[in-house]
């Protein structure tokens, strides 16, 4: 029985996982053609909006899910299917007037909203994203239940229809909307409606599960009162919760700030402080995706970790925190350092309509700056794993604090500008990441070797994009094709070098172990083609 639930646990957690990593590849569909159609500008508006929304939704949906499954499962366990019902009751009831809150927020403040960002051709989208965030809330009330009773392929499959249909609603109304003269501003509040769409979708797919799979057989068990269920939901929502919002809110008050500096320090109008953000919101695109090819890879670490721990297997425990560290450096450092080489001819590539200079210098930074997120996001995992789920929270409130105070002061620096944005990213980040490893090398038993871990694989990602660099100068100098094609070929020649000088560097320095690709999806496989023992 104890093996099903642990074959049961291992496979939801790689079906969530899929799912992922599923909607991570749509949205970067979705956003990179989406930057395009809307221009610099455009795309200010569309994320000043969103960042309102994601800030509601992390505040008022995080922890609850969690801890509705939490304690749907526990129901479960015991047989309590009156408990697990009312406890569903409960949790829609809060989901619902959170989402309401919200709802009267985004849609009735829709103005001050945008007032609030110092950008006021962002009320429109605010108000087209207010009746997701109600939605929003029944689906995690749906999901969370579906995962308390160990059913994860249903909010997999929620996340990618929300994606798909952000991916064709979104970019159809946007495209449709400026053809027929509407200004940018509104097209950008036509590709969140495809937001709205797709959790509107999405909710009616979750309901319809759960109607097929409620329990509808009669139980003696006595639930719960309902005061008793909603202190204990909020007791273990409100940490996870604060965890969770932390990134959202401080990338709000970030937002803010900066393009408040650039108008009000620097004397930009709304359109050129738009230009310059909606630039730097496109490179954000490029960076968010080394930490999320990271998911698979952080949800198998704290079960696995948390098990040998579980079974006093200290060893065990500190080579599995060893592999993890060490996969990271090498999926990290050359996706990073990549971005920092080929910053502005990817950018120009993807972002034709953009200053590709300005979004290459803003990129390069970013590039370094996602090295230490998923750095970061690994340390996480580890401290989790080892029941310290409170200082990451606190770690990261102290790299918030920075980046904020850093951003202030240096967007108003004529010389700097929208360039403190990236850096006060990088800056933020690698305090987190450097606060982290010192707690993990202070918490597990057995000391991780930093220096051993990281070195080679450091190495190896230093040659390549050295190699890519040049090589792309090489090409832009020397190889007759201009426009796109040109930049199609040098671009793919680079990347498929960079790969090809990093694969055989792996190789040849003998960086990675049998232990380490057991971490991966098709690890062992892959193991056997390079002869890894």
């Not at 590849?25 to 309102?52: M, Q, R, T, V």
Request: glycine letters at 8%; proline letters at 4%; a positive charge.
């Amino acid at each position: 029985m104890a093996e099903a639930k642990k074959q049961s646990f291992f496979g939801g957690a790689a079906v969530l996982a899929a799912g992922v990593i599923i909607v991570k590849i749509i949205g970067a569909i979705y956003k990179i053609p989406l930057n395009n159609i809307l221009g610099p500008e455009g795309a200010a508006d569309f994320y000043n909006a969103y960042n309102i929304y994601a800030a509601l939704l992390t505040i008022s949906t995080t922890g609850l899910p969690v801890a509705l499954s939490k304690m749907v499962s526990e129901a479960n366990t015991f047989g309590r299917e009156n408990q697990a019902r009312r406890i569903f009751r409960v949790s829609a009831a809060t989901f619902l007037t959170l989402g309401v809150i919200s709802f009267c927020i985004m849609w009735f403040g829709n103005e001050w909203c945008a007032r609030l960002l110092t950008n006021p051709r962002a009320a429109f989208g605010i108000k087209m994203l207010a009746p997701a965030v109600v939605c929003v809330g029944g689906l995690s009330a749906f999901r969370g239940y579906a995962q308390g009773s160990f059913r994860m392929t249903p909010t997999s499959v929620s996340q990618i229809i929300e994606a798909v249909c952000k991916l064709v609603v979104g970019l159809a109304l946007a495209q449709f909307l400026l053809r027929i003269g509407r200004d940018v501003s509104v097209a950008a509040g036509g590709a969140i409606a495809g937001v709205t769409v797709g959790t509107v979708l999405a909710l009616a797919y979750m309901a319809a599960d759960y109607l097929r799979h409620r329990v509808k057989t009669a139980s003696s068990d006595v639930p719960d009162e309902t005061g008793a269920i909603l202190k204990r939901l909020i007791a273990i929502a409100v940490p996870i919760t604060l965890s969770s919002s932390m990134v959202s809110v401080f990338t709000l008050i970030d937002t803010s700030l900066v393009q408040g500096q650039l108008q009000n320090a620097l004397g930009y109008s709304i359109d050129e402080m738009r230009y310059l953000y909606g630039t730097y919101s496109s490179g954000m695109n490029l960076y968010n995706l080394p930490s999320s090819m990271m998911t698979a890879l952080t949800i198998s670490v704290i079960p696995a970790v948390s098990g040998a721990l579980t079974r006093r297997d200290r060893v065990g425990a500190a080579r599995l925190v060893g592999s993890s560290l060490r996969v990271t450096g090498l999926l990290a450092f050359p996706m990073g350092l990549g971005l920092w080489a080929l910053a502005e001819p990817i950018f120009g590539l993807l972002y034709p309509r953009y200053d590709s200079v300005l979004g290459g210098q803003l990129l390069a930074v970013l590039g370094l700056a996602s090295i230490f997120v998923c750095l970061m996001l690994i340390a996480n995992s580890i401290l989790q794993a080892h029941g310290h789920v409170r200082m990451p929270v606190l770690t990261m409130f102290i790299g918030g604090v920075i980046k904020v105070v850093m951003n202030f002061h240096l967007t108003a620096v004529p010389s700097v500008n929208i360039h403190a944005a990236p850096i006060g990213t990088l800056t933020c980040f690698a305090v987190v990441a450097a606060l982290n490893l010192l707690l993990v090398y202070r918490t597990v038993e057995h000391k991780p070797n930093y220096f051993a871990l990281f070195t080679k694989p450091l190495l190896a990602a230093l040659v390549m994009a050295v190699c890519a660099k040049g090589c792309h100068a090489l090409l832009a100098a020397y190889v007759p094709l201009g426009g796109t094609p040109g930049r199609v070929f040098n671009v793919g020649v680079s990347v498929a070098l960079a790969v090809v000088v990093y694969a055989a560097l792996v190789v040849a320095l003998r960086v990675i172990t049998k232990d380490d690709l057991a971490l991966l999806p098709k690890g062992d496989r892959l193991g056997r083609l390079l002869r890894v023992k």
